[in-house]
């Protein structure tokens, strides 16, 4: 019989950790938890149904979870979360493939992508119910990938300001929404979100790229980079130049849909190309924010970007234009802007020069360095409205007939 390992990763989890040590109890030989400081009665918990409880100061998710595997003393070992537990069913096929001496054969047929084992010979009710347990998974992975809101954050010109309207939009996007937030660096070239934020990420895009085959929630959230405290996640730019050469748009997108399962919202900084792997991403964006300075080259180059968007048959509600160093008495005003791009401007990210270099050069965001600032302030405000009509949407669409526009003109007042 396989002997199996599992670990979890915990602080302040007494609320739900039980549910899920009672389930472990069943299936696992030895549970390992590796505590980050938690101040509630987790340990407790922990300690009624395994005395492998060990606290561990944080420095990452990263760093915690490679820690648990060393201390795990088995050959085969699973991780899970605090909150997740397991069904009967999958308690049940856990003991199965821990008995059967066949279990290479599973394993393999797993990976292959098999969503249910039935066996030989197949008995009608069993069959049934594999084909119905299939028929869930894929409708809850298409309502996941429903739920999540891809927001890229481009310009074809340098210089314009796009990762700090990235990082900073990321990081109010997970304060205020308290959901998953994934922040993604495809600029392979210059990538500079990492410096930004202050981070040296364990791993980096290029070594999930390579792994795709075994990427799941666990691994994303072991090899991404938690910024401090909150639910941001970074997946940082590759270090050296090479690492990126061999990256295709199969293995974006594939990146992109596995992402989308765990996390309610991603936002990428790309570069200032259009190459594949850009154009990749730009398709299966939700949302493209367009960011631009008000003076005559830059919005020409804009004005291009349009154009090159509209060839791509992008809807024009998904393409929305930031105006980033934003003053009011500016030589070209909006209103000639306006005129020039024959679109509206989504949004006005005000010029606050000193209060966003000094962001940038002590590698925190502006709502922690100076939380009252004009600056910090638009952002705050430019995710409140990214989350709320992300919110509207998802509740309009449970709507139809002819109250549906009455809902949407009750939720814009």
């Not at 990762?163 to 308290?178: G, P, Q």
């Not at 730019?237 to 974006?252: H, L, M, R, T």
């Amino acid at each position: 019989m396989i002997r199996l390992s599992v670990y979890l990763v915990v602080q302040d989890e007494e609320l739900r950790i039980r549910r899920t040590m009672d389930a472990l109890a069943k299936v696992a030989d030895e549970i390992v938890v590796v505590d980050s400081g938690s101040t509630d009665n987790t340990e407790n918990i922990v300690r009624e149904y395994t005395d492998r409880f060990f606290y561990n100061k944080f420095i990452s998710i990263g760093h915690q979870v490679k820690v648990a595997e060393e201390l795990c003393s088995n050959k085969w070992v699973l991780r899970l979360d605090a909150d997740e537990e397991l069904s009967e069913g999958l308690v049940n096929e856990i003991l199965a493939i821990k008995e059967n001496p066949d279990v290479d054969y599973i394993v393999k047929t797993v990976r292959a992508g098999a969503k249910e084992i039935i066996s030989y010979p197949v008995i009608k009710s069993e069959f049934i119910d594999a084909v119905n347990n299939v028929k869930q998974q894929f409708a809850e992975h298409i309502q996941k990938q429903a739920k999540c809101k891809t927001i890229t954050v481009f310009s074809n010109k340098g210089g314009i300001g796009k990762t700090s309207i990235a990082s900073n939009l990321a990081y109010e996007l997970a304060k205020i929404t308290k959901e998953n937030v994934a922040l993604v660096d495809l600029n392979f070239q210059l990538g500079d979100i990492t410096t930004f934020m202050d981070l040296k990420p364990s791993f980096d895009i290029s070594y999930v790229l390579k792994n795709l085959n075994t990427v799941n929630k666990d691994f994303l959230m072991a090899t991404m980079e938690q910024y401090k405290n909150t639910s941001l996640y970074v997946l940082a730019d590759p270090p050296y130049f090479k690492q990126a050469e061999n990256v295709s748009p199969k293995q974006i997108s594939k990146l992109f849909e596995i992402l989308k399962e765990s996390f309610s919202y991603i936002v990428v900084d790309t570069d200032s190309h259009f190459d594949a792997k850009t154009v990749t991403v730009l398709d299966s964006s939700d949302l493209i924010f367009l960011v631009t300075i008000v003076n005559l080259p830059a919005l020409r180059n804009c004005e291009r970007c349009l154009d090159l968007f509209n060839k791509l048959g992008y809807d024009k509600e998904k393409v929305q234009i930031i105006i980033n160093r934003f003053m009011e008495n500016d030589e070209i005003s909006i209103e000639d802007t306006v005129d020039l791009l024959k679109k509206n401007i989504y949004w006005k990210v005000p010029n606050n020069y000193f209060a966003m270099m000094a962001s940038i050069n002590k590698g925190l965001l502006l709502s922690e360095l100076n939380p009252n600032s004009n600056v910090a302030n638009s952002f705050k405000e430019l995710a409140i409205h990214v989350s709320d009509s992300v919110y509207r949407t998802n509740l309009i669409k449970k709507f139809s007939g002819e109250n549906t526009k009455r809902l949407d003109d009750i939720l814009r007042s």
